[in-house]
């Protein structure tokens, strides 16, 4: 079976500074990742995927994951957090295309002015 | 990516009852699916709806407590029966545009508050 594990309910980070939300994973195959963002009384926003080819990827609104096999991990990032960013982050992954998504239990981010 | 639309936006409803949900598309998808987030959870699978066929429940989601109707491809209900204050949540539904793209997309969600 497939998981999502985000080890941080909760990320505090200060404006202007770096941000890391974590995420590891385990499937059976080639992983297909995603990161999602869920503002308040809001759905759920597609941020970023790995699929296949260069493991750093880049996303919406400046974020970027970096996926890492060996690790079954792909953190989110951002080099220069806003206040804007604060918000529920889900990490998800799936054994392939048409396949079941399993979410994270997600990270709240927050930053901070 | 596609516009995913949810009707209504929020609820307050009274045990016992029911609440039927809608999702409308912008565009013809094969793969629509229903998840349920309840409050600081992350999103549980209900089921997944596909256009001519009955829609395939995940474990512990039945289909007397959470039919769901898909009768063309852009179009799809999901119905919380005799409801109780364990089913209040948020309901949302998403599409998966294929493998051209791979990541779902979700509509808005509709907040239910069972009293």
Redesign the interface.
């Known amino acids: 079976a497939q998981s999502v594990a985000q080890p941080e309910d909760q990320v505090n980070v200060a404006e202007g500074n770096p941000l890391t939300v974590k995420c590891t994973y385990s499937v059976s195959g080639n992983p297909?990742l995603?990161w999602?963002v869920q503002y308040p009384?809001?759905?759920?926003?597609?941020l970023l995927?790995y699929?296949t080819g260069d493991n750093l990827v880049k996303g919406s609104y400046g974020f970027e994951a970096e996926f890492n096999k060996s690790q079954t991990s792909f953190h989110l990032k951002k080099p220069s957090a806003l206040v804007s960013d604060s918000a529920l982050y889900?990490c998800a992954v799936?054994a392939g295309?048409?396949q079941?998504?399993t979410?994270?239990?997600?990270t709240k981010l927050q930053v901070i002015p | 990516?596609a516009v995913?639309s949810q009707k209504p936006s929020r609820d307050i409803c009274q045990r016992g009852t029911s609440l039927t949900i809608q999702c409308q598309v912008d565009s013809q998808v094969t793969?629509m699916?229903w998840y349920r987030q309840q409050p600081g959870?992350?999103?549980t699978?209900i089921a997944?709806a596909n256009q001519g066929s009955e829609a395939t429940y995940e474990s512990g989601f039945v289909i007397d407590k959470f039919p769901i109707s898909r009768p063309n491809l852009t179009f799809s209900t999901l119905t919380v029966s005799n409801m109780s204050p364990e089913d209040s949540s948020i309901y949302?539904c998403?599409v998966?545009e294929?493998?051209g793209s791979?990541?779902?997309?979700?509509?808005?969600?509709t907040?239910l508050t069972v009293l």
């Open positions: 297909y995603f999602y009384n809001r759905g759920l926003q597609f995927k699929i889900f799936r295309g048409y079941k998504v979410f994270g239990i997600g | 990516s995913i793969m699916f959870q992350s999103l699978l997944t949302l998403s998966d294929g493998q791979n990541e779902q997309f979700f509509g808005p969600g907040r």
